[in-house]
C-alpha cells in the first residue's frame, strides 16, 4: 500500500482497494507522450487464519498524489507519494525513504 513500508505488516489473508483519478495535464504529440496527475486513496485490511497470530487484524488507509508518463503505449513512468492515514507502531528512521522499481 502506497505510505507505509512493504513490510509494515505480514499476514495470510488481504484484501485492498484503491481508488485514483487521471487528469491529463501535458500532451507533447511529437513524442506520442501523455503526463498525468493521479490523485489516490488506497485502504486494505490484513488478517491471520490463526487466532494467536499477530496481527488479528489491521486495516491501513493512505492518500496522495502521483505522476504518470505514458509514450505511446511503450513505455510507462510512475512516481507516488503516499501519505499514512494510519499511524503503525515500529522503529523510526528519521530521514528514510522508501523505493520500489
Known sequence: MRGYRQDAFLADNGIFASAEVRLPFARISQWGTVVQLVPFFDIGTIWNDKAMAAPAKSTLSSVGLGLLWNTKDKFTVRLDWGIPLVSIEGP?????K????
Not at 92 to 96: D, E, F, L, N
Not at 98 to 101: A, D, G, K, L
Open 98 to 101: 522508501w523505493n520500489s522499481f
Open 92 to 96: 523510526k528512521i528519521p530521514g528514510r
